[in-house]
């Protein structure tokens, strides 16, 4: 779901639009599995599955493969239908500097939640 | 064909809140058993606009709802530009009954949401004998806070726009999308600091948890109704606030979040009305 994120955001002109302001690298964890997201004036400029040796982040997003999957439903059930619920309940951990996620957090927390729109439109 | 003009009517009243002279704004509609309406912190009396409207409501109660000081239309006290704006369970409990001795309100019933629902709690136990009944809307004794209130208000981060986006997730997932952004649009209104002065209440000045236990529901029935999607006032924290209370009833509304009244209004009607029809049948 997460190297789909390009796709999902870079084509969204009002979700680009939003993130304008924010160059940074932060990290998303589903489970075992790390992806390394690189954002470009709010376009997904890459995403690399990890791990990769000694490549910073700014801050960091954790959730095990259920929190995510249940996360990415298209109408999520309560408890997992955002991304402080998860963290409210332990299912999710963000670290770092979280001064870039919050400037930013309506842009990230919609990209996050956009591959739900994948299983809206399967 | 003439433009709709809604039946609600928005006026100003002078009160004298913490010594000082506050200019305080509401609105109201309807007739009938007076309805008073506390809003959602870092938001206003907005968040009413559907019941104002509703006439099932309106035909038997007069609904009212006004901004606290520092919110919505009410301009916050002189002197406000050097403070930080926090607010008291005292400053709220004589916000709240000063306005309604003000309006001449005879036992009105205070419907609260958030730490509006959280204060009903605190009413209910001190001041019930003067009400009609409260309605607790998200309403819990105590809760665990979720984030740090400290990113709410500082020069990095623009405060309307996370105040919105940290309380998104409290919508809940089924919420029409109009109504959403409505209910997010006050949130990225709030004036610089106030929720988070708001939530000084909320998260430390407010701990009843000693004290609802206390609560007479039968000179104040209590009714508490929690949305499944909150995770702020969680189902759990309710039920176990009503368990504590003698006579109180609780029920977790499905498929709403923590602005029942204002993120999905026909899914709340179904839940407020049949509440309401009892209050006023108990009253009768």
Redesign the interface.
């Known amino acids: 779901m997460i190297d789909r994120l390009p796709g999902l955001v870079n084509g969204d002109e009002a979700l680009v639009r939003r993130g304008r302001f924010l160059t940074c690298d932060f990290l998303v964890e589903v489970g075992d599995v790390a992806y390394h997201v690189s954002v470009e004036q709010g376009r997904i400029a890459s995403v690399t599955l990890g791990p990769a040796l000694m490549r910073p982040w700014r801050f960091a997003i954790r959730a095990t493969d259920e929190a995510w999957r249940e996360f990415w439903q298209p109408v999520p059930r309560a408890g997992y239908h955002d991304l402080f619920a998860l963290t409210r309940f332990g299912r999710a951990r963000i670290e770092g500097d979280l001064q870039p996620l919050m400037a930013n957090l309506r842009y990230i927390k919609d990209v996050l939640a956009a591959p739900r729109r994948l299983a809206r439109s399967a | 064909m003439a433009a709709r003009i809604e039946p609600i009517a928005g006026r100003y009243v002078h009160l004298t809140l913490g010594g000082r002279p506050c200019r305080v704004y509401f609105e109201e509609a309807g007739r009938g058993i007076p309805l008073l309406c506390l809003h959602t912190a870092g938001s206003d009396g907005r968040q009413f606009r559907h019941l104002m409207n509703d006439a099932a409501v309106t035909d038997h109660f007069r609904v009212i709802a006004f901004d606290l000081p520092w919110h919505g239309k009410s301009t916050p006290p002189i002197g406000w530009e050097n403070e930080e704006y926090r607010l008291t369970t005292a400053a709220y409990v004589e916000a709240v009954m000063t306005f309604s001795r003000a309006l001449g309100l005879d036992r009105p019933v205070v419907m609260g949401c958030s730490m509006g629902g959280r204060i009903v709690l605190e009413l209910a136990a001190s001041h019930g004998r003067e009400l009609g009944a409260v309605i607790g809307l998200e309403a819990a004794d105590h809760q ?1 806070p ?2 740090d209130t400290e ?1 709410l208000h500082r020069p ?3 405060g309307g ?2 105040c ?3 309380v ?3 919508v ?3 919420a029409p999308e109009e109504h959403r952004w409505e209910t997010l649009w006050g949130y990225m209104q709030s004036g610089p600091g106030v929720f988070k002065g708001d939530l000084y209440f909320y998260r430390v000045d407010s701990d009843f948890r000693d004290r609802v236990a206390g609560i007479d529901t039968r000179a104040c029935p209590v009714h508490l109704l929690t949305g ?2 909150d ?1 702020s006032c969680t189902p759990e924290d309710t039920l176990r606030t009503a368990a504590k209370i003698n006579g109180a009833e609780a029920q977790i509304m499905d498929g709403l979040g923590h602005f029942p009244m204002c993120e999905d209004p026909e899914r709340f009607r179904e839940y407020i009305l049949p509440v309401l029809d009892k209050i006023r049948a108990a009253r009768a």
Request: glycine share 10%; hydrophobic share 50%; aromatic share 24%.
């Open positions: 665990t979720w984030y990113w990095d981060v623009h726009e996370v919105a986006a940290l998104s997730g409290l809940g997932a089924p499944s999607y995770f």
